[in-house]
T-cell receptor, first 116, second 114 residues
Framework: GAVVSQHPSWVICKSGTSVKIECRSL??????MFWYRQFPKQSLMLMAT?????????EQGVEKDKFLINHASLTLSTLTVTSAHPEDSSFYIC????????????FGSGTRLTVV | AQSVTQLDSQVPVFEEAPVELRCNYS??????LFWYVQYPNQGLQLLLK??????LVKGINGFEAEFNKSQTSFHLRKPSVHISDTAEYFC????????????FGTGTQLKVEL
């Protein structure tokens, strides 16, 4: 099946700094990548949908200037948390969508971000 | 817009006992349905999915689920659980032909006890 490599798995950063999270599709070309945020003991909240070569579509309430998404190639999508604050501390997960017989969603292993 | 309801936030069960995790969905169009498992500080792993065809879907680790269109349900079952099944389980739905966003339920914590 499809494999998505996400890193880093965890990161601690100081308030005001920026953090970049990468997701790579290892075995096929992901036209569409989804980015989620998960608070402790809660479900996944979709933040944005990114399509290769175009601007990401953000969900209502998600600050596009704070959570920068780049999907420059079919195998790489990045999420940059800019000017991070403690309230941005969370678990971030990416997911790619398969097509045809491989229809489904494959998730990265997640990134635990802690802003101090 | 679609939505998913997982009524049970926690389900305690003894090892080797059967378990059912409930999932109901709401959508104005046909849907695809999924069950995922999440272990602490990890991503989600697909257990099984319903796209079309047989309403009884078998997945990994001995899990199965049955799509019931009239009751808009997709309950997950396992006849005999193991300690290693302790995890968070998420039911999810995406609409056919739409933007294909995946909407998750709130999750059910399955705790298997000796």
């Amino acid at each position: 099946g499809a494999v998505v490599s996400q890193h880093p798995s965890w990161v601690i950063c100081k308030s005001g700094t920026s953090v970049k999270i990468e997701c790579r599709s290892l075995d096929f070309q992901a036209t569409t990548m989804f980015w989620y945020r998960q608070f402790p003991k809660q479900s996944l909240m979709l933040m944005a949908t990114s399509n290769e070569g175009s601007k990401a579509t953000y969900e209502q309430g998600v600050e596009k200037d704070k959570f920068l998404i780049n999907h420059a190639s079919l195998t790489l999508s990045t999420l940059t948390v800019t000017s991070a604050h403690p309230e941005d501390s969370s678990f971030y997960i990416c997911s790619e969508k398969g097509q045809g017989n491989n229809y489904g969603y494959t998730f990265g292993s997640g990134t635990r971000l802690t802003v101090v | 817009a679609q939505s998913v309801t997982q009524l049970d936030s926690q389900v305690p069960v003894f090892e080797e006992a059967p378990v059912e995790l409930r999932c109901n969905y709401s959508s104005s169009v046909s849907v695809y349905l999924f069950w995922y498992v999440q272990y602490p500080n990890q991503g989600l792993q697909l257990l099984l999915k319903y796209l079309s065809g047989s309403t009884l879907v078998k997945g990994i680790n001995g899990f199965e689920a049955e799509f019931n269109k009239s009751q808009t349900s997709f309950h997950l079952r396992k006849p005999s659980v193991h300690i290693s099944d302790t995890a968070e389980y998420f039911c999810a739905v995406s609409e056919r032909g739409g933007g294909n966003k995946l909407t998750f339920g709130t999750g059910t914590q399955l705790k298997v006890e000796l």
